[in-house]
């Protein structure tokens, strides 16, 4: 496959200078810190001090987002009559998640009102009703009595369902985080978005369930009846909702920057003390220990593929019940569950996965957009890839060749699929424009932002759309800057200069996550301390040491991309080498081998490097 052995240069971001060593001497943190907080934009004292310490007093109030008022109040009202009310969510983490906070406000603030709330919820079948509000359901709930529909990470372009919700009488309240049509949003009593055009709040890259919990803060701050109850709310009962929104936040692979960072930080500090039952049951089961330091990577590659997996093989309401299950055993059951969907969400994939490396395999050269589906090619047989995977394959497809990537299965005539994006390439954008217009338009349905989307379109059409998104693609010279693997390094250092006290100001740099990556730094003239150990055939772990102090460090060398363990012996690795590395700290929590280590992104001979400037655009490597 062509994307193997792909150039690559390290690009060294410049040294922050003066600035930086302001920050050091102000705050007391290690240069190199100091260094990367000034190239992520935190220049100021202040800025920096926000950054490192994120507090509750840095949430922005609700009631600056636009249509809260209008949405609180009519919520409120519905609360107090005893109106039933359905809040209509989605089958993923963020969906679920959202649900569950909504749910579990509205009927406190209810119990504050004096009333017992009637709060219903639907989370849509993946394969049975697919994404987005139905009408079907619209007028199933109106049916049952429902006079009130609270949209939750989905609705922003229902403009069906708000017309059916009109017709029956129904009122909407419409939350949500992905992008508005160019034409507006639906009818509704009130849009709560960000992103709509006229919303002043501050912050735009909230997710669905962060939209939901902002009405969810707004709804109970509402009812609270003095200072005392508001300062119990603040200091209370919003820490206790963000342990689930960081969850969400976090799955959704939102910008871990502004409010977002502050609400994954203090979420990811409440996690440790998990009161619902099913949360605790589902941390057991991912084996995440709450007397240590949780981390964004332990949500995201534990506890949520976890959750997703209900949405994904089964029914999404299993989250929202295991959510809100106050029994321990009823809890642990539908935990359980969720951890042998999850079991089978991976079999799945890696059945899928094997005959999508297969075909990679086969391209001399890769297109500047991949586009895979489950039909068979050149004569051979396919087994249908399950539609609740597609958008991990994608996502797997994206690692493995640096291209965008659309991944889709057939059912009944119709393909289904997922897209996931590199930086640079606005994956919403790229099919809205390949779209067409009006009843010619290309695709069934689609949505999402600029990194993932959803679609569905006639599997007759597949074979236009792949023809369509090369022209794109290539119109965007995606296939010039993806041919180019680029390294960014944060900052350079000494082995000797990663200290107990770098790596406590290292700690704080986090949660890392997309906006706020984990810094990548660079060591030279770093010597192999010892001989090179395969791993599980394709890795390596090696040890390195700081040939002026003698500080010494294990690493190890793995990739989906990379083949270690041939990079190695194409390059002689022995013990004794002199070489360059980039690399991430990790804290390897093991009980038998942990401690600080290096994860190794590149490496090679120091001799290669001897003349190289800062920004080594001309310097390569093959990885």
Not at 174 to 179: A, P, R, S
Request: aromatic share 4%; net charge negative; charged share 30%.
């Amino acid at each position: 496959m062509s994307g193997e052995g792909k150039s690559a240069r390290w690009v060294v971001k410049a040294q922050a200078g003066g600035a930086a060593e302001a920050l050091a001497r102000e705050l007391k943190l290690p240069r190199a810190i100091a260094e990367i907080l000034v190239c992520r934009g935190m220049g100021s004292v202040e800025q920096a001090r926000a950054f490192l310490f994120p507090a509750l007093d840095q949430l922005h109030d609700p009631r600056l987002m636009l249509g809260m008022d209008v949405a609180v109040k009519r919520l409120r009202a519905a609360l107090a009559a005893g109106e039933p009310v359905l809040i209509y969510g989605d089958y993923d983490v963020d969906g679920t998640v959202a649900t569950v906070l909504l749910k579990t406000a509205a009927e406190r603030a209810a119990a504050v009102l004096g009333v017992t709330a009637d709060v219903r919820y639907h989370i849509p079948h993946r394969i049975r009703e697919g994404y987005g509000m139905q009408e079907s359901r619209i007028a199933a709930a109106a049916d049952e009595g429902v006079r009130l529909v609270v949209s939750v990470d989905t609705g922003i372009r229902a403009f069906a369902a708000a017309e059916e919700c009109k017709r029956l009488g129904l009122d909407l309240i419409v939350t949500d985080h992905h992008l508005p049509e160019d034409g507006g949003v639906p009818e509704a009593v009130a849009v709560l978005n960000p992103n709509q055009v006229g919303d002043e709040y501050p912050y735009k890259e909230l997710c669905g369930a962060a939209v939901a919990f902002k009405l969810a803060q707004a709804l109970m701050e509402s009812t609270a009846r003095d200072d005392d109850e508001r300062t119990r709310l603040r200091e209370k009962t919003l820490p206790s909702f963000l342990k689930l929104l960081a969850i969400a936040t976090i799955a959704d692979a939102v910008p871990l920057t502004g409010e977002n960072r502050v609400i994954a930080s203090i979420g990811l500090r409440e996690l440790r003390k998990p009161a619902q039952p099913g949360l605790r049951a589902l941390m057991d089961l991912a084996a995440i220990d709450a007397s240590q330091p949780i981390s964004a990577t332990d949500v995201g590659f534990r506890l949520a593929p976890r959750i997703n997996a209900a949405g994904r093989m089964d029914i999404a309401s299993d989250v929202v019940e295991m959510f809100l299950a106050k029994d321990h055993e009823v809890a642990r059951s539908l935990a359980e569950k969720l951890h042998r969907l999850n079991d089978d969400r991976r079999a799945t994939e890696a059945e899928a996965l094997r005959e999508i490396e297969t075909r990679l395999e086969k391209m001399t050269e890769l297109p500047a957009i991949v586009v895979l589906d489950d039909a068979a090619e050149d004569g051979e047989t396919s087994r249908s890839w399950h539609r609740g995977v597609v958008g991990i394959l994608a996502s797997r497809v994206v690692d493995r060749t640096g291209r965008p990537a659309l991944v889709m299965t057939h059912e009944d005539g119709q393909a289904h699929g997922s897209g996931r994006s590199v930086k640079g390439f606005h994956l919403l954008d790229a099919l809205t424009a390949v779209h067409g217009e009006g009843d010619a338009g290309l695709f069934t349905r689609f949505g999402g932002h600029a990194h993932a989307v959803g679609f569905s379109l006639p599997s007759e059409s597949v074979v236009e759309l792949r023809s369509r998104m090369e022209l794109y693609a290539k119109s965007r010279a995606i296939d010039e800057e993806a041919a180019e693997v680029q390294i960014e390094c944060d900052a350079e250092m000494r082995l000797g200069e990663i200290t107990p006290e770098f790596l406590n100001a290292l700690e704080l740099l986090g949660p890392f996550g997309m906006g706020n990556q984990e810094p990548v730094l660079v060591s030279r003239g770093v010597r192999l301390a010892s001989e090179v150990k395969v791993v599980k055939e394709r890795h390596l772990r090696l040890s390195f040491e700081d040939g002026e102090d003698g500080a010494r460090f294990g690493g190890m060398a793995w990739s989906r991309r990379t083949n270690w363990v041939e990079r190695a012996q194409e390059d002689g690795w022995s013990q004794g080498d002199i070489v360059d590395l980039s690399y991430r700290l990790r804290h390897n929590r093991h009980p038998d081998f942990g401690g600080w280590e290096l994860e190794v992104i590149d490496i090679r001979r120091a001799d290669r490097l001897c003349n190289a400037s800062k920004d080594v655009g001309e310097i390569r490597t093959e990885i």
